[in-house]
Nanobody, 124 residues
Framework: QVQLVESGGGLVQAGGSLRLSCAASGRTFSSYRMGWFHQAPGKERELVAAISRSGINTYYQDSVKGRFTISRDNAKNTVYLQMNSLKPEDTAVYYC?????????????????WGQGTQVTVSS
């Protein structure tokens, strides 16, 4: 198993930036592909960005391409989400998740382990 703890959320004005971190403990971090999801009130949890075990492959939701960057440091057992040019519609709870597959489905149901989430609020 792997335990995940997110940090870095908060309140920011539109156009601002935040960097989310997700620290992992437990089994070997580099054995997991990682994803960042968000969930707004009344909406389904959806993938924002994903990164492969080595960090070579990445995936972004269309709405965040060019604004968000996912990265990982396997030596520090941490995955990051740099969020720039934030918009009010980015407001949501952000979760990191881990999955032992090499790559594959991008749905929430494909990920096995989840953090508790961190709130991101973007004011207009």
């Amino acid at each position: 198993q792997v335990q995940l703890v997110e940090s870095g959320g908060g309140l920011v004005q539109a156009g601002g930036s935040l960097r989310l971190s997700c620290a992992a403990s437990g089994r070997t971090f580099s054995s997991y592909r990682m994803g960042w999801f968000h969930q707004a009130p009344g909406k389904e949890r959806e993938l924002v960005a994903a990164i492969s075990r080595s960090g070579i492959n990445t995936y972004y939701q269309d709405s965040v391409k060019g604004r968000f960057t996912i990265s990982r440091d396997n030596a520090k057992n941490t995955v990051y989400l740099q969020m720039n040019s934030l918009k009010p519609e980015d407001t949501a709870v952000y979760y990191c998740a881990a999955d032992s597959r090499l790559w594959g489905p991008m749905s929430a149901s494909a990920y096995d382990y989840w953090g508790q989430g961190t709130q991101v609020t973007v004011s207009s």
